[in-house]
């Protein structure tokens, strides 16, 4: 069974622009979390939806941020424009229930220069 | 805001020494996960404690959750080599849907 999968791995921008990260979740999971981890510091929530619905966006830092689920399949997470404070690592995670386990993708490092 | 506070950041030690790593918060979770995570990689699952006072184990790794449930404690026997990586606590926390709050991470390196 393939694991959740994350697109691309490493991203390289200037400030001012955008970048779209993908994530693809496990087959069959209605759950899916994005997380980032700035450097130096914990991993932290962003959002979660349940197939193509926000549950959670609590976590999200701001309104250049734009998470997408269209069709309850992969999802896509958006920063226009990028600024400095946004590098870090995203990751992308999902589960088949709430309270099951959450299954992690590799990241995507994200540095904007 | 709630936070899970690691401990400690870093920790080097020798082959078959022992070692405890500790979380802690001021909220109470609903459940909490221990990962280890590589390079490169995300996240793997170690085991989740769900009830006040759960002792678990896994192989050389005990695992255990306060009676309040807003703590934790991971201890490793006999460290080995192996057992070099980055381990993080996460709490999940009840919000109508279940929010994960993590701790910043305890990275171990065991010299043979």
């Known amino acids: 069974e393939a694991g959740v999968t994350q697109f691309p791995s490493h991203s390289v921008i200037e400030k001012g622009q955008t970048v779209t990260l993908r994530c693809d979740p496990i087959?069959?999971?209605?759950?899916l979390y994005w997380y980032r981890r700035v450097m130096g510091k914990e991993i932290k929530f962003l959002l979660h939806f349940v197939k193509e619905s926000k549950q959670d966006e609590s976590g999200m830092p701001n309104n250049r941020f734009l998470a997408e689920r269209t069709g309850g399949t992969y999802s896509t997470l958006k920063v226009q424009p990028a600024e400095l404070e946004d590098s870090g690592v995203y990751f992308c995670?999902?589960?088949?229930?709430?309270?099951?386990?959450?299954?992690f993708g590799p990241g995507t490092r994200l540095t904007v220069t | 805001t709630q936070l899970l506070e690691q401990s400690p950041q870093f920790l080097s030690i020798q082959e078959g020494e022992n070692l405890t790593v500790y979380c802690n918060s001021s909220s109470v979770f609903s459940s909490l996960q221990w990962y280890r995570q590589e390079p490169g990689e995300g996240p793997v699952l170690l085991v989740t404690v769900v009830t006040g006072g759960e002792v678990k184990k896994l192989k050389r790794l005990t695992f255990q959750f306060g009676d309040a449930r807003k703590d934790s404690s991971l201890h490793i026997t006999a460290a080995q080599p192996g057992d070099t990586g980055l381990y993080l606590c996460a709490g999940r926390i009840n919000t109508g849907g279940f929010k994960t709050i993590f701790g910043a991470g305890t990275r171990l390196f065991v010299k043979a």
């Open positions: 087959s069959g999971h209605d759950n």
């Open positions: 995670a999902s589960s088949p229930g709430q309270v099951a386990e959450q299954y």
